[in-house]
């Protein structure tokens, strides 16, 4: 199959590089001048032509939006679209159509002007979450405060430094986050799974949101309460909307209520690389039947578990530091081909005279996450950790919690009557 991968930052080069292993005419495209060098030496980037050149288009991220439309025009694409740039970069837009799908929301309020939440925060005395929305919001602004008194320290501070012209305040809900993925067409929705995800950058939840530190991926049955409470009633709606792909809900679940909290409309990272090692098939082959509108049956995960563990070097989460920051030709001892299948690589190449070597690109710190499969949870995070053990990098960072934080997850989820039995049991 001859498959075309657009990227702007270049996270999708693994997927590109694990389709052509797979023996298919994989063609890749990186927007972004500084990040071409994502996995140098293992995938060459190519001009892309015109999408009926190609059996298959995916786009990797959001942001194409009226080029993603046309390919959906002209040949099986996946991912992306105008419809898909909207509801996730516009959060009032994505959290209005979750209430029009009939999913429950938090309380929340939207806001153009500063002083009037602050006079909302004050009267209310209530926690929310600070969410700017609108036209080039910057999502990394995103703060869930532990009170009123620490949300109005924030918006002080954010507002000394970066403004911010759009806003929503969300109550923040206790209970456990759990995201719920499906891949879908207009001729049904497959291979449904769950995502327990560490999102900050230290042990504890301390530190920088970084979208992943490490997650834990499973595949669950079509009958299953978050699912039903969730994803299943946007379906009809997002048919609709003609959207096509791999689309995430975010949502918070306590006793016996599900509240939605953000959509993922594109690849997830890492997740969507636990989801690859999980299919029982071809992981190309089942884009293309996704984006060519055929229906799949349902299709029993290979494993029960996939665990994913982000690793990194500094000045990672730093972003748009001076480029002598990014340090190219990093090491990294013990890394090879094989060992690849079960690493999500971004900031990595071979070395121009040693092709044997693997090291850093000098993109953003971010190297990439072990990943690991296994029937139990405890097993899936050991094989991972034994990636992780295989190799060697000076100065490595990586949350060394995802384990234990995912299982208590995992158990509330299952305490709360809120999970069914795994596939085979």
Request: proline share 5%.
């Amino acid at each position: 199959m001859k498959i075309c991968v657009l990227s702007h930052w270049g996270e999708g080069a693994w997927f590109a590089w694990l389709m052509k292993q797979a023996g298919h005419d994989v063609h890749f495209s990186v927007e972004a001048e500084p990040n071409r060098g994502v996995l140098a030496g293992l995938i060459e980037q190519t001009e892309i032509t015109d999408p009926t050149d190609y059996d298959l288009m995916v786009f990797d991220t959001t942001g194409f939006g009226s080029l993603s439309d046309e390919s959906h025009t002209k040949t099986p694409t996946l991912g992306d679209s105008s419809f898909a740039d909207q509801l996730e970069h516009d959060r009032l837009f994505g959290i209005e159509f979750m209430q029009r799908a009939g999913i429950k929301v938090p309380t929340y309020e939207h806001f153009n002007d500063v002083s009037a939440a602050l006079r909302f925060i004050r009267k209310t005395k209530k926690v929310y979450v600070f969410k700017p929305c609108g036209e080039g919001a910057d999502t990394a602004a995103t703060y869930v405060s532990k009170s009123a008194e620490d949300l109005e320290r924030y918006i002080d501070v954010l507002w000394r430094s970066a403004p911010v012209k759009e806003f929503i305040l969300q109550e923040v809900v206790k209970g456990t986050e759990v995201s719920t993925e499906m891949w879908m067409n207009e001729s049904g929705y497959y291979f449904l799974n769950h995502t327990l995800e560490c999102k900050k950058l230290m042990n504890g939840d301390l530190g920088p949101a970084t979208g992943c530190s490490g997650n834990l991926v499973f595949a669950i049955e079509q009958e299953n309460p978050i699912f039903n409470q969730g994803l299943r009633k946007a379906f009809e709606p997002l048919r609709e909307a003609g959207y096509v792909g791999m689309i995430d809900l975010n949502a918070i679940v306590t006793d016996g209520e599900l509240f939605g909290l953000e959509w993922t409309p594109r690849f997830g990272y890492e997740g969507t690389c636990n989801v690859a090692s999980l299919l029982p098939m071809d992981f190309a082959e089942f884009m293309y039947r996704i984006a060519a509108n055929q229906k799949l049956p349902d299709l029993a995960p290979r494993h029960s578990f996939c665990a994913s563990i982000r690793l990194s070097i500094p000045p990672y989460p730093n972003d748009g530091l001076p480029k002598k920051f990014y340090k190219q030709g990093v090491p990294i001892e013990g890394m090879n081909r094989k060992l690849l299948t079960s690493f999500y690589a971004l900031d990595m190449r071979l070395n121009e005279t040693n092709e044997d070597l693997f090291e850093t690109a000098g993109i953003n710190g971010w190297l990439g996450a072990a990943l690991g499969c296994g029937e139990t949870i405890g097993q899936a995070f050991e094989h991972a950790q034994g990636v992780i053990d295989s190799i060697r990098v000076p100065d490595l960072m990586y949350r060394t919690d995802v384990r234990s934080v995912a299982a208590k997850r995992y158990v509330e989820l299952e305490r709360n009557g809120w999970l069914r039995p795994t596939w085979g049991d």
